[in-house]
């Protein structure tokens, strides 16, 4: 049993590190806690939906759809909304609030096109199968491959020269940009590819066991606790983070029960906050001995 | 003699940033302390206000070692600093900051509106008169009920100062009074600092704008890579 | 004429949550995502203590807003030394729990099926049942509460909020201990959001979690935010703005099953469009940096 239970961790770890990896892109680079990233999120799987009304089938052309309109959000709110806040030197509350509102706003618009029920597709793959004892459903096989191929992509990235220029910008902002980094673009390409990785997660969630416009906040606030609690700079963190959040959520909903699980994520959250923190405690004036 | 600083030495990680550095101050005057950027001046002012320790040696404010104190502490002695750019509370009154940097104010305790209200308003009666006069003090004579984030950067700088003096701080000590303001303001603060030494006050800055520190200074201490060429006034 | 007085009491209710958060917010500059959690917890506590101990209104009123100054205090204990926006991330970790403890401790709370048969509150041997005297009931304890905060924002006490709300390093040179004020400021609020509790749990006569979940903590600071920060008319005006805003939609004859979502666009357009080009709201005097 636990064999079972474990390989559902994986898959579900891994799709929760593809929307985690996404906000952390995102939260690093625009150091907006974009609790947006949910509604983009949902976003994916629903625009999916729209193009395979449009076209009952599956296609490779109501996919490149999906993650067409993702990327057109993405770069909407983060010209309209985030750079120009960024510009005027708002703080992180303000980035957050903003966030919200954009959150709201986009959730019910979904909710107002498509209802607030689950909407689930059948993905067409066939029917479970054993193997070493553990009952997979098909796509979770595609989950894992996928995830493996993104995050694995992600990982390549993030050695390349370019992806430099990505850190600079992370640890000294000001810095980067007087040394020519154009970090506006790559603000832009952060929110991009990150909001791909949660749509692509959304998307294959469809398949799985169904999307509904609340499931993105549910899973943007367990891939935040996976960024905080993995250390913020660092993708392999944010990676393991998730597997383990992804560990706890799966035994809590077996052992205690489905509810619970959204509150031990956070229960878990506010023990590194206590017991395991740097940079998020308040003030260290610019001393170094007390 | 108000203030000693003893052989103080710093370093950070190897590199020494203040060697051996001594001087003194003496109550009701005017001391400057100059050097260029990497010259330790700020470091020193960091010791000397407690938000730093010394590597090695001692800082004596009438004759306490300051030695394991916190800033607050140091504060409580009666040695106030300024910032480079004033901390002042931006969308309090002009009063409500004054009122703020006293210490001590029962009205700063919950329990103590419901056990002692009459001192409360007592006190705050009291305090709003010192503000008054020391508003006067600094040159923001009328200004008491300004919201501070309306005023001139020169005048948040004044506003700063007498904050100092709510506190009753003997020893001020000042980040760069001079700067960023213009001329007219850079003369309104030297009146006063000088008016503040007539009084008794002691004050000790640092500054980039030597002619004008000079002028008002009695004594000026030049910092050279970490350690004093001292120069002493005489002021008429 | 029902449905009028329906609308006061839900002012009524949200003004006082907004003046708790404004507290939170608008004096000590505390960005806060757990009032809903406050709010939650006072109703229950009154819910509880009415149903299951059966002790008067007046016993039950004070018993949640005793248990609320209480309740907040694990808040208090983790978040308060967290910065701005780590602040806003831990309360919004505890509002998850809180609601996750709501919804699940079933033997205690009754879970998802909530809390029934709630009886309205007696008084000096009145009974406020009707419709009408609940109204009365709610202005009166409303009126307090304002003129708590009226009270609250005079005395010398605001000031050293304020100072924390603008700049902590200053204070803490100063020799101030933002710690107590900070903490004072979380079990005010979270004690006069209990009261805002009470009142929903006995006029509804039911409550469940689904009305004390993150998006209405969201929605409490939104109304402080539009409203305007650091005023008592922002609190008010913004309470009435977000009551109001629905029954202006059925005006104009907007199909029900849509209207619950346009007015939830509405509202965060205007938050949006706050939070760029209107930082003050309608009538603050202070704004997030």
């Given amino acids: 049993m636990y064999d079972q239970l474990l390989f559902n961790t994986l898959v579900s770890g891994l799709q929760l590190a593809l929307v985690a990896v996404g906000f952390n892109l995102i939260f690093n680079t625009t150091k907006v806690f974009h609790l947006a990233h949910g509604a983009l999120y949902v976003v994916g799987a629903y625009a999916l939906l729209q193009f395979m009304e449009l076209q009952s089938d599956i296609g490779a052309i109501a996919l490149i759809g999906s993650l067409i309109i993702i990327t057109i959000l993405a770069v909407l709110i983060e010209t309209l909304i985030y750079q120009p806040l960024a510009k005027k030197k708002s703080g992180q509350a303000i980035t957050l609030i903003s966030s919200i509102g954009v959150y709201l706003f986009m959730i019910n618009v979904i909710a107002l096109l498509n209802g607030n029920e689950t909407q689930f597709v059948n993905p067409g793959l066939g029917s479970s199968f054993s193997l070493a004892g553990i009952t997979i459903v098909p796509i979770q096989l595609v989950q894992l491959i996928t995830a493996v191929l993104l995050i694995g992509g992600i990982i390549i990235l993030s050695k390349t020269k370019w992806f430099l220029k990505v850190r600079a910008m992370i640890s000294e902002e000001t810095v980067a940009s007087v040394l020519g980094v154009n970090t506006n673009a790559i603000r832009l390409w952060m929110m991009v590819i990150g909001s791909i990785l949660a749509g692509i997660a959304a998307i294959l969630q469809l398949f799985d066991t169904g999307v509904d416009p609340q499931r993105g906040m549910a899973i943007t606030l367990s891939a935040a606790v996976a960024v905080i609690i993995g250390g913020q700079g660092s993708i392999i963190g944010t990676i393991i983070a998730s597997l383990f959040i992804a560990l706890l959520q799966t035994f809590t909903e077996w052992f205690i029960s489905a509810q619970w699980k959204q509150g031990l994520t956070f229960l878990l959250l506010i023990a590194v906050i206590l017991w395991g923190t740097e940079g998020i405690v308040s003030f260290k004036m610019r001393v170094e001995e007390k | ?236 | 004429m029902n449905y009028l007085l329906h609308i006061l009491i839900m002012c009524e209710i949200y003004i006082i949550l907004a003046l708790a958060m404004n507290l939170l917010a608008g004096y000590s500059g505390l960005l806060s995502l757990t009032q809903a959690a406050f709010y939650g917890i006072g109703a229950y506590s009154a819910a509880l203590l009415l149903t299951e101990y059966k002790v008067t209104f007046f016993l039950a009123f004070l018993g949640a807003v005793g248990i609320n100054l209480i309740a907040c205090l694990p808040v208090i204990w983790f978040a308060i030394r967290l910065r701005e926006l780590f602040f806003a991330i831990a309360t919004l970790a505890w509002q998850i729990i809180v609601f996750a403890v709501l919804y699940n401790w079933t033997s205690f709370t009754n879970g998802p099926y909530g809390i029934t048969g709630i009886p309205k509150p007696k008084v000096f041997g009145l009974s406020f049942s009707s419709l009408d005297s609940f109204v009365i009931l709610g202005g009166i304890i409303t009126v307090l509460v304002l003129l708590f905060f009226i009270g609250l924002h005079r005395i010398p006490l605001s000031r050293y909020f304020q100072g924390v709300r603008d700049d902590q390093l200053a204070m803490m040179s100063l020799g101030k201990k933002i710690t107590y004020f900070k903490t004072l400021s979380v079990v005010i609020s979270s004690g006069v959001s209990a009261i805002a509790g009470v009142l929903f749990a006995t006029y509804f006569s039911y409550i469940d979690p689904t009305s004390f979940t993150l998006d209405e903590s969201i929605l409490i600071i939104s109304i402080v935010l539009i409203g305007g920060l650091g005023t008592i008319k922002g609190s008010i005006s913004g309470a009435l703005f977000y009551v109001l805003l629905p029954e202006l939609l059925r005006f104009i004859n907007i199909p029900d099953a849509v209207a619950a979502n346009l007015r939830m666009m509405i509202y965060a357009s205007v938050l949006i469009l706050v939070v760029m080009y209107r930082p003050y709201g309608f009538f603050g005097k202070y704004r997030f940096e």
């Fill in chain 2, 1 to 236: 003699m108000i203030l000693k600083v003893e052989h103080i030495s710093k370093s950070f990680n190897g590199l020494n940033v203040l060697k051996d550095v001594s001087f003194l101050v003496h109550a009701g005057t005017i001391t400057s302390l100059f050097g260029e950027n990497g010259s330790g001046k700020t470091t020193l002012f960091h010791i000397i206000a407690g938000f730093l320790k010394p590597t090695s040696g001692n800082v004596y404010f009438q004759n306490e070692n300051l030695h394991h104190k916190s800033a607050d502490e140091i504060d409580e002695l009666g040695i106030g600093r300024t910032w480079q750019s004033p901390r002042i509370f931006k969308n309090l009154s002009v009063q409500d900051n004054l009122l703020l940097a006293t210490k001590d104010h029962p009205g700063e305790r919950l329990f103590n509106y419901i056990l002692k209200p009459g001192i409360i308003w007592r006190e705050e009666k009291r305090r709003k008169i010192r503000a008054n006069e020391v508003c006067g003090e600094v040159g923001l004579a009328g200004k008491l009920q300004k919201t501070a984030g309306a005023l001139s950067y020169g005048q948040q700088k004044l506003l700063s100062i007498g904050m100092l003096l709510m506190n009753d701080a003997e020893l001020l000590l000042l980040d760069e009074p001079f700067a960023g303001v213009n001329t007219q303001m850079i003369d309104a603060i030297s009146k006063v600092l000088l008016q503040l030494k007539e009084s008794g006050k002691t004050v000790l800055l640092v500054e980039h704008n030597r002619s004008k520190a000079t002028e008002i200074s009695d004594k000026v201490l030049h910092l050279v890579k970490g350690s004093i060429e001292e120069q002493e006034f005489i002021t008429p």
